[in-house]
Each structure stands twice: as C-alpha cells, then as structure tokens.
C-alpha cells in the first residue's frame, strides 16, 4: 500500500495540517479518513489522480472537521484552543481573561471586550466546521491587540490560512438565512406563499 504526505492539503501546509495518503489496489470506489494521533490518514483508490487525491483530500478534511466541531467544545476547551491560536499566528500576545460560548448572540458571531479582556462566542457556530470556529475565535483574539478593523487588524489574521474560505463560509451561512422559505415536497403550499408570479 503506497503511502505519502499531501503536501498543499485543503489550501494548508503540510505543517499546518499533517496529512498521510495511502493507496491502496484493493480499494475501488470508497474514500475513507481518520485521525491517527496528530495526523490525519487518508485512504484512497490506487488509481485515483493526482488531482482527485488533492480533492478528495480537501474534502475529507472538511468531513473530519465538521464531525469533531459537532463534539462541542466546552468553555475550557475554547480557552485551551485560544491559547494555541494566539501562540500560532499571534506570537503569544493575545491572552483573554475569559473564552466561552453565549446564547445571546444572534446577530454576531462572537465578541470582544478589551478592556476585561473577554471573548464571547456564538451558539451558532456549534456544528459549524472547526476552521469557521478558529477563524472567529482568532478575529476576536485579534481584537484583543487592536479594535478596530483597519489594515493593522487584517494583517493579524493574514497568517491563518483559511481565513477567506471561513468568511466565505459564514457569508453563505448569513445569506441562506435571508433565502424565502420554499415548501417542501410534503408541504403544502399556499398562493401567498408563492408571492406574484403573475
């Protein structure tokens, strides 16, 4: 069974992100990942390309990370992640008082304040993939050094290398929200549900 490292693994480095790929004859049709340590080991057809491992890789990888976020991270958890997050692309500076999930929140997705040096987060993000959760944390941890959003704010979390992909995500999130409601196949519809169709 053939093995090796994904080197550019859903848009991370292979520091960031220790990926083992393993072909195997034997396999057909399934692609299969778990978690072996710090490592994530993903098995694959040995006839697969090299570009459907790349996709099939970024998207196990999703897979795994929205199973683990659905375990939700208890307060104590978000503090520990924090405390990794600062130390990876903010050098250690950023040290809140106090990280933990509020259910109050529903026009934002976490918050910060400087001064008590607390960090609250959203109930929405639970079940959201584990990157999404990161990227806010790490926005607000950001906060924590510089409030507004200016160019000395962006710069902090240009080191998080999925920063566009969470925003994109939880732009969808918010835009799907704002969708009408459209009937299921079970549900009846009524004419002012449809609006003017004229």
């Given at each position: 069974m053939p093995r090796r490292r994904a080197p550019e693994a859903s848009g991370e480095s292979a520091a960031a992100q220790d990926?083992?790929?393993?072909?195997?004859?034997?396999?057909?049709?399934t692609v299969s990942a778990y978690r072996e340590g710090d490592r994530t080991v993903v098995l694959i057809p040995a006839r697969m390309s090299a570009a459907?491992?790349?996709?099939?890789?970024?998207?196990?990888?999703?897979?795994l990370a929205a199973q683990e976020s659905r375990q939700v991270l208890g307060d104590d958890a978000l503090v520990?992640?924090?405390?990794?997050?600062?130390t990876r692309y903010l050098g250690g500076r950023a040290v809140p008082a106090s990280v933990r999930w509020v259910t109050n929140q529903n026009t934002r997705w976490g918050s910060c304040t400087p001064v008590e040096?607390?960090?609250?987060?959203?109930?929405?993000?639970?079940?959201?993939p584990e990157y999404v959760i990161e990227y806010v944390l790490l926005h607000e941890l950001a906060h924590l050094l510089v409030a507004d959003h200016g160019?000395?704010?962006?710069a902090l979390l240009a080191g998080y290398p999925r920063t566009e992909r969470a925003r994109g995500y939880l732009e969808g999130v918010v835009a799907a929200a704002r969708l009408p409601h459209v009937p299921g196949?079970?549900?009846?519809?009524?004419p002012e549900d449809l609006g003017d169709c004229g």
């Open positions: 990926v083992e790929v393993r072909r195997s004859a034997r396999r057909s049709r459907e491992e790349k996709r099939w890789v970024a998207q196990m990888l999703d897979k520990t992640r924090a405390a990794d997050l600062s040096g607390t960090i609250r987060l959203s109930h929405r993000l639970q079940g959201m160019p000395r704010f962006w196949p079970r549900e009846e519809s009524r």
